[in-house]
Nanobody
């Protein structure tokens, strides 16, 4: 199973980016897909997650600025990020979990089964 993230790049403060992550390989379905980020010198943190049934969870620092969505048929998750700030600069990783969870609200990074290599987002001031 492979996760391929794309869409990162350099953008000015206030700009927008749309990240995509496609899952490929021998996997029948994906339950939860999420985005994490890691800035230099900081721990990896959740950005947003979405379950196959549609429930979503956002970190407080992106609420109102970002939207996570998914295409189950394509096994692809998207992250639309608007009003980007320099502090959003980080490597963004997509993650997936095939097995069901009770709620995505309390999921930790350890509960994801598959990870992509990450895509770098740089926001200039």
């Amino acid at each position: 199973v492979q996760l391929q993230a794309s869409g990162g790049g350099v953008v000015q403060s206030g700009g927008s980016l749309r990240l995509s992550c496609a899952v490929s390989g021998s996997i029948f379905s994906i339950n939860v897909m999420g985005w994490y980020r890691q800035a230099p010198g900081k721990q990896r943190e959740l950005v947003a997650a979405v379950a196959s049934a549609g429930s979503k969870n956002y970190a407080d620092f992106v609420k109102g600025r970002s939207t996570i969505s998914r295409d189950n048929a394509k096994k692809t998750v998207y992250l639309q990020m608007n009003s980007l700030r320099p502090e959003d600069t980080a490597v963004y990783y997509c993650a997936a979990r095939a097995t069901r969870v009770i709620t995505i609200a309390r999921m930790t990074s350890r509960e994801y089964e598959y990870w992509g290599l990450g895509t770098l987002v740089t926001v200039s001031s």
